[in-house]
């Protein structure tokens, strides 16, 4: 079973240059969530999705986009890259919210270098 | 809004026990959780709490104490594969989308 799946999992980019994160789960999940960890800091969520069709934004949209055209899948764009923007990226996704205790299912995370 | 503390780092020797302390304000609360993160890995599932009370789970515990807006983990009869950082995240009541807020992780250092 694979889980969460994100691909790159290491970047290097130019300042200004755009690209595309991948993520991708196999549990049938709902909900998905985008977040960044920077050294020595909490989760930070980007943006999340209740799911296909549906995305909203988190703590720190700026610089980002996502889109959620099947269960399955939950890229996240950064369009005009920023030294800002260099953390470690991990997808995340779970079966349901609420009052439920099932918890979020990481992926392996995308090293990020912005020069 | 919210705001969760936990110590920066701890040790402690291989065999011991070790306790992490977690204190949260929230707008409202619906649920603890704890993480386990290994250097360069992603966060994995260790424990959930809603209730007060000690949720056991072989040799890791969490404690709950609502009224208090605090949680503890414990972690018996220590291995070096412990080593690790340890990150609390709460959800808020309201939250429709299950979402956490995260404290930046307590940094475990097992000794032999």
């Known amino acids: 079973n694979a889980g969460v799946t994100q691909t790159p999992k290491f970047r290097i980019l130019k300042i200004g240059q755009s690209m595309t994160l991948q993520c991708t789960q196999d549990?049938?999940?709902?909900?998905m969530y985008w977040y960044r960890q920077d050294p020595g800091m909490g989760l930070k969520l980007i943006y999340y999705s209740v799911g296909a069709g549906i995305t909203d934004k988190g703590e720190v949209p700026n610089g980002y986009n996502v889109s959620r055209s099947t269960t399955e899948d939950f890229p996240l764009r950064l369009e005009l890259a920023a030294p800002s923007q260099t953390s470690v990226y991990f997808c995340?996704?779970?079966?349901?919210?609420?009052?439920?205790?099932?918890?979020?299912?990481f992926g392996d995370g995308t090293r990020l270098s912005i020069l | 809004g919210q705001n969760i503390d936990q110590p920066t780092e701890m040790t402690a020797t291989e065999g011991a026990i070790v306790q992490i302390n977690c204190t949260y304000q929230t707008s409202g609360f619906n649920g603890l959780f704890w993480y386990q993160q290994h250097a360069g890995e992603a966060p994995t599932f260790l424990s959930y709490n809603v209730l007060d009370g000690l949720e056991e789970k072989g040799r890791f515990s969490s404690f709950l104490s609502r009224s208090k807006g605090y949680s503890y983990l414990l972690l018996k009869e220590l291995q070096m594969k412990d080593s690790a950082s340890y990150l609390c995240?709460?959800?808020?009541?309201?939250?429709?989308?299950?979402?956490?807020?995260f404290g930046r992780g307590t940094q475990l250092t097992v000794w032999p």
């Open positions: 995240a709460v959800r808020a009541r309201g939250s429709t989308l299950g979402r956490l807020y």
């Open positions: 995340a996704s779970s079966y349901t919210s609420g009052d439920s205790n099932q918890p979020q299912h």
């Open positions: 549990m049938n999940h709902n909900y």
